[in-house]
T-cell receptor, first 113, second 118 residues
Framework: AQSVTQLDSQVPVFEEAPVELRCNYSSSVSVYLFWYVQYPNQGLQLLLKYLSGSTLVKGINGFEAEFNKSQTSFHLRKPSVHISDTAEYFC???????????FGTGTKLQVIP | EAGVTQFPSHSVIEKGQTVTLRCDPISGHDNLYWYRRVMGKEIKFLLH????????ESGMPNNRFLAERTGGTYSTLKVQPAELEDSGVYFC????????????????FGAGSRLTVL
């Protein structure tokens, strides 16, 4: 089975402060990992993905994530957030033997002016 | 290139009524997926079409849900009769790659259809 855990349902952070959104996964085989973002009244947009190679992955809007196989984590980070980053962020996994992506419960990032 | 389009954006119906959600994938995308998010919970897989064929419908909650994909183009998801627990946001996604298991098979999602059952 494959599963994703996002422990933080909401993360408030002041503008220009750094942020980390946590994601842990469970899978017995190799995985592909994704972060999606949903801005208000919009669809899910791919932020970044890890397929293989370098464990540090850079995405759009200044976000990056690091794949840590030993800790089964794929935390999302941004050194300085903007008001426009206020959205809900979803971690997702696709692992061997599965034909579908599994999502976490989402983390709402609220950037405070 | 037009994205994935879903109709309606919001539907409010009473328990026992029928609702049909529609998804228009990106042109040329063989893979079409339906997902659902019940409030506060994770986005859950419902089913997967490859062209007009159902590849995997293991996530469909029960037989009140019927999905079709006519001619391998747009897809509809019908809920009949609707129950209170069917409320949520229904997302459609599409992808091009033939091999569903591929990190390159990035899903493009629509904005979702919010269903409220009263």
């Amino acid at each position: 089975a494959q599963s994703v855990t996002q422990l933080d349902s909401q993360v408030p952070v002041f503008e220009e402060a750094p942020v980390e959104l946590r994601c842990n996964y469970s899978s017995s085989v190799s995985v592909y990992l994704f972060w999606y973002v949903q801005y208000p009244n919009q669809g899910l947009q791919l932020l970044l993905k890890y397929l293989s190679g370098s464990t540090l992955v850079k995405g759009i809007n200044g976000f990056e994530a690091e794949f840590n196989k030993s800790q089964t984590s794929f935390h999302l980070r941004k050194p300085s957030v903007h008001i426009s980053d206020t959205a809900e962020y979803f971690c997702a996994i696709l692992s061997g033997g599965y034909q579908k992506v599994t999502f976490g419960t989402g983390t709402k990032l609220q950037v405070i002016p | 290139e037009a994205g994935v389009t879903q109709f309606p954006s919001h539907s409010v119906i009473e328990k026992g009524q029928t609702v049909t959600l529609r998804c228009d994938p990106i042109s040329g995308h063989d893979n079409l997926y339906w997902y659902r998010r019940v409030m506060g919970k994770e986005i859950k897989f419902l089913l997967h079409f490859v062209k007009e064929s159902k590849q995997d419908e293991s996530g469909m909650p029960n037989n009140r849900f019927l999905a079709e994909r006519t001619g391998g183009t747009y897809s509809t998801l019908k809920v009949q009769p609707a129950e209170l627990e069917d409320s949520g946001v229904y997302f459609c996604a599409s992808s091009q790659a033939r091999q569903a298991y591929s990190g390159a098979n990035v899903l493009t999602f629509g904005a979702g259809s919010r269903l409220t059952v009263l």
